[in-house]
Nanobody, 113 residues
Framework: QVQLVESGGGLVQPGGSLTLSCTAS?????MAWSRQAPGKQRELIAT???????NYASSVKDRFFISRDNAKNSVDLEMRYLKPEDTAVYYC??????????WGQGTQVTVSS
């Protein structure tokens, strides 16, 4: 069972930046970030494989950037130009073929003035 521990959530003003981090208990191929806003379905927003090849949802493309450190089994999500509609619980996930075999506990991101 792979365990994922997230950190870095919080309150940020519109237009601000925030970086989320997630560390896995062991090496795993695909790592990803999803988010779930109140009353909405969970949305996959960024994925990255061990070899790289990041992919983004259109809602965050060019504002959010996913990166990973394979030596540390970690993945970061750098979020820029945050909007109130980015407010959600953000989840780290990971898997061997797809990104959703394992999930973290989630971290709240609130964008508000």
């Amino acid at each position: 069972q792979v365990q994922l521990v997230e950190s870095g959530g919080g309150l940020v003003q519109p237009g601000g930046s925030l970086t989320l981090s997630c560390t896995a208990s062991e090496s795993i191929n695909v790592m990803a970030w999803s988010r779930q806003a109140p009353g909405k379905q969970r949305e996959l927003i960024a994925t990255i494989r061990k070899e790289g090849n990041p992919n983004y949802a259109s809602s965050v493309k060019d504002r959010f950037f996913i990166s990973r450190d394979n030596a540390k089994n970690s993945v970061d999500l750098e979020m820029r130009y945050l909007k109130p509609e980015d407010t959600a619980v953000y989840y780290c996930s990971a898997g061997y073929y797809g990104p959703h075999d394992y999930w973290g506990q989630g971290t709240q991101v609130t964008v508000s003035s």
